[in-house]
Nanobody, 123 residues
Framework: QVQLLESGGRLVQPGDSLKLACVASGTPFNGLGLDWFRQAPGKPREFVAGISKIGSTHYSDSVKGRFTIARDNAKNSVSLEMDNLNSGDTAVYYC?????????????????WGRGTQVTVSS
């Protein structure tokens, strides 16, 4: 059974940085495509960033230049480094995985989901 477990979410102030992590178990990690999504209160879940099994990356326009996704196959983990956070980044952040190894901006393409970690940006 594949499990994705996110960590690192907390309350931060505008302008702060925060790093989220997602650890996978139950499947060969280096074959997974991995994506981060987020869902703000009252809004649909949206794509944030993704990384394929070969390391290709893609970001939503709203986070490009501020967020960095990276994978560590030795640790079965994917991280999301978030800089210059603002209130619009407040959301539950979800890690998702695609068994075929590509990244995707679409929820329907994801095979696995974590339960999410809350990020709140507020002064």
């Amino acid at each position: 059974q594949v499990q994705l477990l996110e960590s690192g979410g907390r309350l931060v102030q505008p302008g702060d940085s925060l790093k989220l992590a997602c650890v996978a178990s139950g499947t060969p990690f280096n074959g997974l495509g991995l994506d981060w999504f987020r869902q703000a209160p009252g809004k649909p879940r949206e794509f944030v960033a993704g990384i394929s099994k070969i390391g290709s990356t893609h970001y939503s326009d709203s986070v490009k230049g501020r967020f960095t996704i990276a994978r560590d196959n030795a640790k079965n983990s994917v991280s999301l480094e978030m800089d210059n956070l603002n209130s619009g980044d407040t959301a539950v952040y979800y890690c998702a995985g695609i068994a075929a190894g590509y990244l995707s901006t679409h929820e329907k393409d994801q095979d696995y989901w974590g339960r999410g970690t809350q990020v709140t940006v507020s002064s």
